[in-house]
């Protein structure tokens, strides 16, 4: 790879590129997160060579970083056979931070090339490594890889043992369930009053019925509005809920739900209905959240997340064509408030391109992201909770 670099590096990292020789400690780690921001920024091919440079640093655990790079480098260029090399290459050294990732990354090369057994010997040894968050999924994934091999007892194993440590059923489809249960029985001649019980009535929110701000996600205008709702709920939901935790996902659902309806409430004195704020605030924490925190995606993943802007300004363009229609205050609202929770909030089911080479340093990186999590959360309550005043003081 002696290509010119497609994206300008600083003077001295450039000059580092292409240097030969040692380089020193610093430069190594300023080039592998080059490399991260890099592929944050699809600059894919700059990314192998910041990684590709950085490669037989004396440090194990800095050298296994930038082979983990490299690897998702090539992969994103579609070098498959190439990718599968450097991961294959942070295994033959001793054991760092990126082993863990290396090993779950050449289980999903395996798969995907159709060599399921070497897949199966690869997860295994992912399982062995693998911290408690993450034993659920590669336990589902081992089942379904012995179940595809004819191992039929060790298939059900697994999947009992991916029961026992998650949920059986992801959170994103028991509110799917219970939203489209609940919405039929409103729309229905009998459940109509329990749709104006529920709906964003913002005369009843002023005087006190605060549950509103979530039971709207709960009811929807008529069938076709619930059908887009559910649809981009059954598509997005388990991707942020399979990146960020089931209890990340829920706290995202409900408080970018609150932040919408709020908008809504200090926008329009109109009632309003739907889960479209909630789902624009899944987005959101997508966008953000992907392009600050750079989590290892899977292939589905993947050609989701580059669509979400255009999907994102379509829908807002649609709604203030159709503005009478549209609540576009919610959509924006809900919107917003998932920017702010995905810049704030790190995922916690996967893990990011940085924690592969910030981790070797020690300290306490997990306690940290809690802490500006924590903050972001709290900002965005409070927030809130201004609009909630503002909008009561104004109805």
Known sequence: MTDDLPTPLPPDLGAAVASQGPLDRSTA?????????????????A?????????????PAITAAAWLGLGEALYRLDH???????????????????????????????????????????????DRRAPAEDKAEIASRLGWLAKETGDTGASRRYFARSRGTGPAV???????????????????????????LLELDKGALAAGEVYRLFSVTLVHANL??????????????????????????GTFYLLTAAAASTASFVA?????????????????????????????LDRRARAIVPQLGTIVLINLAFGFFFSGAVDNAAHLGGLAAGLWLGLFVPPGRVRTMRDFWR??????????SLVIALVGIIGLVAVILVGLVAGGLAA
């Open 29 to 45: 780690l300023a080039l592998l997160n080059a490399g991260a921001e890099f592929v944050g920024a699809g600059e894919f091919l």
């Open 47 to 59: 990314a192998a060579q910041a990684y590709q440079r950085v490669a037989g640093f004396d440090d």
């Open 80 to 126: 498959d056979a190439e990718a599968l090399s450097a991961w294959e290459a942070v295994l033959r050294l001793p054991t760092t931070p990126a082993t863990y990732p290396a090993w779950r990354n050449v289980a999903a090369a395996h798969v995907r090339a159709g060599d399921l057994r070497d897949a199966l010997t690869a997860y295994r040894e992912a």
């Open 170 to 196: 992801p959170l994103a489809y028991i509110i799917l369930a219970v939203t489209v249960i609940v919405s039929f029985y409103a729309l229905s001649q009998d459940g109509a009053r329990l749709g104006l």
């Open 224 to 249: 076709l509005h619930l059908a887009v709702n559910m649809y981009a709920l059954y598509l997005l939901g388990p991707l942020v809920e399979g990146t960020w935790g089931t209890a990340a996902f």
């Open 268 to 296: 329009s004195p109109a009632a309003s209905v739907g889960a479209s704020g909630a789902i624009f605030g899944l987005v959101g924490v997508l966008l953000a959240g992907t392009r600050i925190h750079h989590p290892m």
């Open 359 to 368: 981790s070797q340093d020690g300290g306490q990186p997990g306690m940290r």
